[in-house]
């Protein structure tokens, strides 16, 4: 096990009397395992003959260590020395002094020698035992332990003394004292210590040292460190370690939910309510009956209320419980859908969707016929049922105008959350790193989702393509990608007809293009011709995912 000190001087910078010269460097020293130092430099002087010495300050001129090296061709040299763990029956922590060459010059570093220290915590044979060693430590065993990475500023804490005993205790139980790594020795004994501080109410040294991680990052590497700290402040359970833990996730997820943009809300309301319990407030069944339109309004007045001053669930709760009554009141009855993020402007969120439900059993309302829904449909009657049936399930929704806008283009981001939802593979812990796409925007999951299940694999140079419109022959790709991730198989029930412009297909879509069109799936645009690389509208969005995926 490799030592570890702490050094007085940043670099030791050495200038040597005879035979070296001023211009003589010597690097900081390397501290290795049972107390070896390896120090090395680079001499003015090839060949030149180099002499270290290293004492104990304080201590007689007995010498540790007395070395004698020459240097190589180029001047380089180095020396290798040991410190016993005790001098003269004393232990060996403290100032050592290096002297290079006829002691005119010296250097001074710190040597903590922690080994001792740990070898009397394995031997413990109780917590009251461990209780002893941390109590009343001498100056070298604080600093001993202070090496090894034991919270020691922390248990000068008078508020933390009297909870000693306690915490040695528990540590004694919780750890394999005698044969854990050291690493875990100490990081057991300082998240007990943290959850001390917990229960004092003081989050931001409760945090420190038990270092709770989220997706991935540890806390004390987290970029909104005092933002988590202000929020765990108020949710902060410290019963044990693991309920602490899972009220840092809380304390993330609240920092999470009240950036959402209102779009985003919708399905919000939905994926985080094993955090909130949103379907156990008062509201939640008036919100339940609502229509795509209602819901959007809901999210909208809470986006309203909820800001960084939020830093409660409860709070969260009686926003959400606030915004379901003032719509509820407001006795509007449009059946329109909510401005969704499949809608013809970016940014916004459709209907709600829980991950690990598929679009047939779960449904956010119904329509009594094909016309009732949206307004601007008479130019695209050809896909009436389809975005009727979409929106029926919470998978496109309209504007606040009660239009859908059939003929506007469809961005990559828009038609991938679509076949997300579609599909039924939403996951809110899905990951993926794609250069154009932020974690703080509202199509990150859904982009994430699509590619742990292979649907996307981006454009090229790390890029998934954020607000490109998407082409008819890349949609096509996609459907056939996310029918293959989804396990399932197009029936395929007609011959392929080559299109006139089958020249203008990528390789790459030509297979999907095909099978597609063989399931009766896709349709050419007229005159025997496919257009791969026009854009696709709302409308044929609509379509083709519903021919794929949702037709009963």
Known sequence: MKKKFILCSAVLSLMLTTPCTAETIVSEPKFLSDGYVSISGKADEKNSQIALKAAKSGESLEYVSIKETTSDDEGNFSFLFRIPEQINGVSSNGTYSVYITGASTKTDFEYVNF????????????????????????????????????????????????????????????????????TEVVTVFNRLLGLEYAKLGDAETALKLINPSYDGTEYNSAANKAELGTVMKYNMAFDSLEKFNESYVLANKITEFRKLRSAELIEAIQTYDKYFNFSSSDGYSDYAEMNLTKKGRVADNMSRTIGDSTIKVSEIVNAFESAVKAVKGSGTTSSGGSSGGSSGGRGTGTGSYSSGETVNEYQVEKTQNNTERFSDLSDAEWAVSAINALADKGIISGDDNGKFNPNNNVTREEFTKMVVLACGIYDENAECDFLDVGRDKWYYRYIASATKNGIITGIGGGRFGTAENITREDMAVIIRRAAAASNITFVQNKAYSEFDDSDLIDEYAKESIKELYCAGIINGVGGNMFAPTENSTRAQAAKIIYQAFAKQ
Do not use: H, Q
């Open 115 to 182: 080994e001792y220290m740990l070898r009397k915590i394995r031997a413990a044979k109780s917590g009251d035992e461990l209780y002893v060693i941390f109590a009343d430590p001498a100056d070298e065993d604080k600093a001993a332990l202070k090496i090894m990475g034991i919270a020691v500023a922390e248990l000068d804490d008078k508020k933390i003394s009297s909870k000693l005993n306690n915490i040695t205790n528990e540590w004694f139980k919780l750890c394999d004292l005698e044969n854990a790594e050291m």
